[in-house]
């Protein structure tokens, strides 16, 4: 049987994992700066983690939800004290897109209304409606197309306080990625969330944060929204959430009201995903990885603004995104090819750094012997050979 071709993949079989490590079949190991799209929160393959898991395993994996499931509870306690978030309840799915669907799903129950607000570039995933607010006609195929979604200039105030004057009261929600991810690293203005936050309150919408790429640590805050000083009614998570491990989740601030049957699912909260995000929020806890992704971020962001032909460094902790200019193009793939770096890219030129949140100096300092190589080598000013310097 073929497999469903539905990626361009690189022709790398990755085999081991270590931290911020990987290594293919042939033994060549990789530095990931992209942690499998910014999955990887605690570090490949880290011990606590796989112990927590192995341990889980060994008792029970998986009872539906129709039995009391206490490991649901310990998750939510631990995800409230970390995130600050105590007074809001937690659903548990699969993934992001299914994190959104049930965010969506949720904040037009409780304002019996259907318009959402999302924005240009936004990417909430691939399902129904979260792939119907995610501004890319080339992925909504016909069934998903509605009236119900509304794009609206990213960052723009003016328009969505003309747009709340006049339709506020049809609005369900709001949804809206802090730092866009797939759309390029762009980071919403505090202002742009705090007039968000308003015409919410305002207006009795729902305000979702899409956290499934910025959120669980990544921008240095346990929510990339947390920068802005406001809360959102529904935060939504998955990605960092079990270090590759799928579980994805919603927070629900505490005025939204649950009913039997308006959420449900088969896989969510199981018992061995809850351990797996046991552990992340363990390793995250002890190892102080908030502080961590601040400062290694900061320390990134300030290095990549020193080197020629970058352009643009933009980003918040461990989420950051810069272009290339014209001569450096090739970039990604010299970093791949010929120094075995991973890094993550959104259309049409810009490089994405998503490195897990344990990455340490060292490795920040081996990516860059390998960017300022790799920079020299696309500038014709060394050959290849003189920089594969850079040491697992
Ligand atoms: C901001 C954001 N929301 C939602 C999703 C969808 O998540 P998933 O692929 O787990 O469904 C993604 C995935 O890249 C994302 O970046």
Same mark, same amino acid.
């Given at each position: 049987m073929k497999l469903f071709d539905v990626y361009p993949?690189?022709?790398?079989?990755?085999?081991?994992?270590k931290g911020s490590y990987v290594w293919d079949d042939k033994g060549q190991w990789y530095l990931d700066l992209? $942690?499998?799209?910014?999955?990887?929160?605690? @570090?490949?393959?880290?011990?606590?983690?796989?112990?927590?898991?192995? !341990?889980?395993?060994?008792?029970?994996?998986?009872?539906?939800?129709?039995?009391?499931?206490?490991?649901q509870q310990e998750l939510a306690d631990k995800l409230g004290a970390l995130s600050g978030k105590n007074d809001y309840q937690l659903f548990l799915c699969n993934s992001g897109a299914e994190a959104n669907e049930n965010a969506l799903k949720l904040a037009s129950f409780h304002t019996g209304r259907k318009k959402v607000i999302a924005f240009s570039k936004a990417f909430h995933g691939r399902t129904s409606l979260a792939v119907a607010a995610t501004d890319n006609p080339a992925i909504v195929a016909p069934v998903n197309e509605t009236d119900n979604i509304v794009f609206l200039p990213f960052n723009n105030e003016e328009a969505l306080t003309a747009y709340f004057q006049d339709?506020?009261?049809?609005?369900?929600?709001?949804?809206?990625?802090?730092?866009?991810?797939?759309? $390029?690293?762009?980071?919403?203005?505090?202002?742009?969330?705090?007039?968000?936050?308003?015409?919410?309150?305002?207006?009795?919408?729902?305000?979702?944060?899409? !956290?499934?790429?910025?959120?669980?640590?990544?921008? @240095?805050?346990?929510?990339?929204?947390?920068?802005a000083g406001v809360n959102a009614d529904i935060y939504t998570m998955a990605k960092g959430m079990g270090n590759g491990f799928p579980?994805?989740?919603?927070?629900? %601030?505490?005025?939204?009201?649950?009913?039997?049957?308006?959420? $449900?699912?088969?896989?969510?909260?199981?018992?061995?995903?809850?351990?797996? %995000?046991?552990?992340?929020?363990?390793?995250?806890?002890?190892?102080?990885?908030?502080?961590?992704?601040? !400062?290694?971020?900061?320390?990134?962001?300030?290095t990549l603004q020193t080197i020629q032909g970058l352009e643009n460094v933009r980003g918040k902790g461990l989420m950051i995104g810069f272009e290339v200019s014209e001569g450096l193009k090739g970039l990604r793939k010299v970093l791949l090819d010929d120094y075995h770096v991973f890094t993550g890219e959104a259309k049409p030129n810009v490089v994405r750094l998503l490195p897990a949140l344990t990455i340490e100096r060292k490795h920040i300092d081996e990516f860059f012997v390998a960017l300022r190589a790799a920079v020299a080598q696309l500038s014709g000013e060394t050959p290849v050979a003189e920089n594969k310097k850079v040491q697992a």
């Open positions: 993949i690189n022709d790398i079989n990755i085999t081991d994992a992209y $942690g499998g799209h910014a999955v990887i929160s605690i @570090g490949h393959t880290h011990p606590d983690w796989v112990k927590r898991i192995d !341990e889980q395993l060994r008792k029970i994996a998986f009872y539906s939800n129709s039995v009391k499931i206490p490991i339709h506020g009261k049809e609005v369900a929600a709001v949804i809206i990625e802090s730092i866009q991810g797939v759309g $390029g690293i762009t980071v919403a203005t505090e202002s742009f969330l705090q007039a968000i936050r308003h015409w919410c309150t305002e207006s009795g919408a729902v305000f979702i944060a899409d !956290e499934v790429q910025c959120g669980y640590g990544r921008t @240095g805050k346990f929510f990339a929204l947390d920068h579980i994805g989740g919603i927070l629900i %601030a505490p005025h939204l009201s649950p009913r039997h049957g308006m959420l $449900g699912t088969t896989f969510g909260g199981n018992h061995l995903a809850c351990a797996a %995000a046991l552990g992340v929020l363990e390793v995250m806890e002890a190892e102080h990885l908030l502080a961590k992704a601040k !400062e290694s971020g900061e320390y990134i962001m300030s």
